[in-house]
């Protein structure tokens, strides 16, 4: 969530510091790419909290932690890189899509250890 808040204050400040009122979407391409990297940290947020959550209960915590806190790392440079450069999103976002994928495997390797091997 915190990471959330952080990102939606970018947006606020890049609003500012280029005099873009709400509910305008366009205007400087920095202020675009901080809206888009917003916007798209926050699409990814509750298929990333509820991975999280399932693999974290059914498979193990700490392995689960590590991948949330690499996933978290990623969709950070994510943004920063975004909104420098378009692409230098690319990098933090094929690491980030990877992280998703780990949390798909662990999620469905926990649920399926739990309800067909008991």
Avoid: D
């Amino acid at each position: 969530v915190l990471f959330l808040a952080y990102f939606a204050m970018q947006v606020i400040y890049a609003r500012r510091k280029y005099k873009i009122s709400p509910p305008e979407t366009t205007g400087h391409p920095e202020f675009e790419r901080t809206f888009r990297a917003q916007a798209n940290c926050s699409e990814y947020f509750p298929i990333f909290i509820s991975l999280l959550w399932v693999a974290g209960i059914f498979f193990h915590q700490g392995v689960t932690a590590a991948c949330g806190l690499l996933y978290l790392y990623t969709r950070l440079k994510y943004f920063q890189g975004y909104t420098v450069a378009a692409q230098g999103r690319l990098g933090p976002l094929y690491a980030s899509a990877w992280l998703l994928w780990v949390l798909v495997g662990l999620a469905l390797l926990g649920l399926l250890a739990h309800f067909l091997w008991p």
